[in-house]
């Protein structure tokens, strides 16, 4: 990651919300080998840089306010929220930069005016000065020259240069270089025997793929066919092995043998990975330490929580809402399924990146068990931040050949005996309607600003994740959903009259309907299904609830997929308890 020269709070920023700040403005932000938007520079790009800076002086200035403190002292508390191994960098910069931040803070300039005096908001030639916040009285641009008057009297200020590069800060430089690893190649940075699976949870670890229970052994894995009813070892990782002394008969055989063993694979986009920023990161009146505990987990999974998503998920949520997956009620119906899951997922996943992003999957056709694969890029295809947003979108056309062409290759991958679900692009409509005209996480407490505002604020940058749904242009947010619905029709058309040698294929449309109507008669509000912070993602909420009714829809429609009911439950977990956990 290439940087410009940062000052104290862009690095400061880096340190609160890593890697955050870039997703928080975009579910499409770069990943590998993707291009830069010709718009933007390589490297921090000035928008999420803006995004960031803005973000972190509101928190301060809403802390000092909240604590009635000075700005230096809201700075110091955030330090001791942060997780201690950051803490140290982080108060030096409190310390040598608070009052400086804090002159600005003081004379009633905002976050806005703020970060443009720093020049981390910057104005290109031609375009509108952005901001997220109501303009001074005196106006932005006048309260941006004051601002960069005072700035010249402090020395140190002025003076302060940041690192070329963010992880060229001995703090980060190790974890930088993890980071971009796995952002390269979407595969466990911890794998000792290469067999793309992991005893680490996160930076693509088994919080995406099943745990591996013998990580120096490219032979044992999960998903695969057990090696000799793995009467000595457990070769597919699902916690079933050994003989039974009463009858010497191995238990995998005896319990797994004609089971319809099965995995579960994702290939999607953030919603599918789960993208989500927790609201008291920046809701000031609740925040605390522990807010921040799980920041360590967030970022190295990208802000993303597999762990607890619609299809791969496992784990208790701890974000809120439930968690319920195709992954566990499959396990439920077979314990033979442990830990046969995956979740290849990205931010900004569309059609057209997926299909380089597929080639992580892990799937021997002849020594693994048959999977349910999941395709799901639910909005990516026809969002973007362009300002020619619908010359951007994906075409019927590109959307017939880039599926063709995935489909393809998991022709060449899956066992036989696979299948294929396409789900439809959401209507991203639900948006607008349901969030324009309520508070931000971050206007909560001064009631100062709206989803309308972030999503102009973000257009502005040319860093919105939807231009065509994230607008107050009802023409533009019906063209978008227009689109949205060729592409599914594509998916379906694809799912009716395609024939494949390894799986069968299915459709269905995306079930935001059906959740929000579930979800009503549950006693809930329609907002309290997308994301509170990002304001475009599908909640933890929505994830478990459209699990329930993807699940309904398997069993009544396609039955075999999910396969028969395993009568040995009972005694596989009675023998091997949580079969080695998650």
């Known amino acids: 990651m290439r940087g410009s020269r940062q000052t104290s709070l862009n690095l400061f920023c880096i340190l609160w919300l890593p890697l955050l700040l870039k997703a928080a403005s975009s579910s499409r932000f770069l990943h590998g080998n993707d291009p830069p938007p010709s718009s933007l520079p390589s490297g921090l790009y000035k928008g999420h840089t803006c995004i960031g800076c803005v973000l972190v002086v509101s928190v301060i200035e809403q802390l000092a306010q909240w604590h009635n403190s000075t700005v230096k002292a809201a700075m110091e508390r955030l330090c001791s929220y942060i997780p201690e191994k950051l803490q140290g960098f982080c108060y030096v910069l409190a310390e040598l930069y608070g009052p400086h931040i804090a002159e600005l803070i003081d004379r009633e300039m905002n976050a806005d005016v703020v970060c443009h005096s720093l020049k981390l908001c910057k104005q290109d030639p031609g375009q509108p000065l952005c901001h997220l916040y109501s303009p001074p009285k005196v106006g932005l641009s006048t309260a941006i020259r004051k601002a960069r008057r005072i700035m010249k009297i402090s020395k140190d200020l002025k003076n302060f240069m940041g690192f070329s590069s963010v992880c060229a800060f001995p703090l980060l430089a190790n974890l930088c270089e993890k980071i971009k690893y796995v952002l390269r190649n979407k595969l466990p940075f911890e794998d000792f025997d290469g067999d793309k699976f992991s005893t680490f949870p996160t930076l693509r670890g088994y919080h ?18 057990p090696d000799n009813w793995d009467e000595e070892r457990d070769s597919n990782c699902n916690g079933i092995w050994g003989v039974d002394p009463k009858d010497g008969i191995p238990y995998e055989k005896k319990f797994c043998k004609g089971a ?5 694979v994702l290939l999607g986009d953030s919603a599918g990975a789960h993208f989500h920023i927790p609201p008291e990161w920046m809701t000031v009146s609740q925040m605390s330490a522990k807010s921040f505990a799980n920041l360590p987990v967030a970022f190295t999974n990208e802000l993303d929580w597999p762990q607890f998503s619609e299809i791969t998920g496992f784990l208790n949520s701890t974000i809120g809402g439930w968690t319920d997956s195709l992954y566990l009620r499959l396990r439920s119906r077979n314990r033979c399924n442990h830990r046969d899951l995956q979740n290849i997922s990205k931010n900004g996943g569309s059609s057209g990146n997926l299909l380089r992003l597929i080639k992580s999957l892990a799937r021997n056709q002849l020594l693994d068990n048959p999977a349910i694969v999941i395709y799901a890029t639910i ?15 994906t075409t019927p056309k590109e959307m017939l050949s880039n599926v063709m062409q995935a489909l393809q290759y998991l022709d060449t991958r899956l066992p036989n005996g696979s299948h294929v679900i396409l789900t439809g692009l959401v209507d991203g409509r639900f948006l607008w309607d349901n969030l324009h005209d309520r508070y931000h996480p971050l206007g909560q407490l001064n009631r100062d600003i ?6 102009s604020f973000l257009d502005c940058l040319q860093m919105s994740p939807c231009r065509g749904w994230m607008t107050p242009n009802e023409t533009l947010r019906n063209l978008t959903s227009e689109r949205a619905l060729q592409l599914s029709n594509v998916l379906k058309e694809i799912a009716r009259s395609e024939k494949f040698a390894n799986f069968d294929i299915f459709y269905m449309d995306f079930p935001l309907r059906q959740t929000a109507e579930k979800w009503r008669r549950m006693g809930g509000e329609p907002w309290q299904l997308i994301e509170p912070v990002d304001g475009f993602h599908p909640s933890q909420i929505a994830a478990a609830l459209g699990t329930s009714i993807t699940w309904q829809k398997a069993l009544q429609e396609w039955p075999q997929v999910l396969g028969k009911e395993n009568p040995f439950n009972d005694e596989i977990e009675a023998i091997f308890k949580d079969q080695g956990g998650h």
């Open 208 to 225: 995406w793929r099943g745990r591996d229970c013998d990580d120096r052994n490219s032979t044992v894995y999960p998903g695969r066919r």
């Open 260 to 264: 319809d063993s099965q995995g579960v």
């Open 379 to 393: 909005g990516n295809d026809v969002c973007n931040g362009n300002n020619d947003t619908l010359a951007s979108m």
């Open 450 to 455: 709206t989803y309308s505002q972030l999503y």
